[in-house]
């Protein structure tokens, strides 16, 4: 065919081309590919050709846990001994200041008592409420708020007897950090609001509140401008275990740990708690309320978490001050996931991390470490032991192929 002078092909025969030119720049393509798959086999051996699935283990690992764990924490350990080095300090020598002074003297194991009476507190609390898979990360907010309701009733009633007083003040920290826990549970199953988000944002709340207290109404006339109430009355003071430094709210946290512990493993409710955090919605068709273990769980963790703000103003500051929050709600997060949401784990892990505040605090003094390091140590732990407690769950299989 022909037209004005030039040769035009017919469509089939075009279309035909197409597909034998399509065709030659496949093969060119797949040859250039093998000869770059080959080059690649030369240059980085097989490696390249692995494939890695995971899988669930069927049986639990046993000692192997335990082995991993360590490794974890010492892998943790290793990585802050460099951040160390790199800040000129000694890296060995610092890291064994660290534990000698947090263990390793009968002054410091008191220390670490004392500083872990708050911590596992606020750890038992948030362990009840992630059991559920509610994500509390207010337990800062619901302890300054538990601290302020016991220092109302102290400053209220100072005159009553210990035996009157010291029950009341533990009643309305209960309240307090009660209450304050159940907003976010409200908001969650209400309106379906982020808890992690509501409960973040009441810490700073709640600690604006207490700084109002102290720099207002509360404040002490004769503190000579410093932001505090006046000091308790005798009454409003837990006292101390003869011969020590100890208070004797370490029996509420035995008390407490064993409690929450018969409370999961051997009742009803507690097993309620475990179903609806694995699967809310076929908790629901099994006839459980959700929503209600929401709340349940939120002001529970609220309410322990207010009783540390009670021991921490009563027992050891005998006030209420600025001071008095240090971040044992943010510590209790990172304890309570170390104890895998176990009670009686829980408090070998708040003794351990309020070892970690005390030897720090002879890393400061000594090597003038600054103070953003110990938050640095405590998300390492935690970062490593998480990442470690994965390969106890799974296991991974490694194949080559090609």
Known sequence: MRTSGRETKPPAVFFVDAAREAKEVSTALRHKSIMVRQF???????????????????????????????????????????????????????????FKSAFFSSWAIEDCLIKSVPIFLCSLGVAI????????????????????????????????????????????????????????????????????????????????????LVYGPWKDPTSFGFPMTREFSTGAVVGMIAGTRLNWGILICVAAGLASWIFLRFTRLGFELQTGGENPRAAR?????????????????????????????????NRLQPSIVVGYGYTAIVVAWLARLNPLYIGIASYLLAGLRVGLETLQLDLQVPAAFGQIMEGLILLTVLAGGFFTRYRLEIRRYG
């Open 285 to 317: 068709y099994a006839g459980l309320s959700y929503s209600r273990l929401v709340m349940l769980v939120m002001v529970l963790s609220g309410m322990l978490a207010g009783w540390a703000g009670f021991l921490e103003a009563s027992a050891n500051l």
């Open 40 to 98: 690649a086999r030369q240059i980085f051996g097989t490696f390249w050709m692995i494939r890695i699935r995971i899988h669930k283990r069927q049986e639990p690992l046993g000692w192997g846990s335990f082995l991993v764990f360590t490794a974890a924490l010492a892998f943790s350990l290793v990585i802050c001994g460099l951040l160390l080095a790199v800040q000129g300090k000694p890296a060995a020598g610092g890291l064994l200041l660290l």
């Open 129 to 212: 409420a992630f059991r559920l898979q509610v994500w509390n990360i207010g337990a800062e907010g619901q302890y300054a708020l538990g601290a302020v309701g016991a220092t109302w009733i102290a400053l209220l009633a100072p005159g009553l007897p210990a035996a009157v007083l010291l029950p009341l003040m533990l009643l309305a920290a209960s309240v307090a950090g009660g209450l304050w826990g159940l907003i976010p549970a409200l908001l969650k199953v209400r309106m379906r609001a982020n808890e992690i988000i509501v409960t973040l944002m009441l810490n700073y709340i709640a600690i604006l509140i207490l700084d109002y």
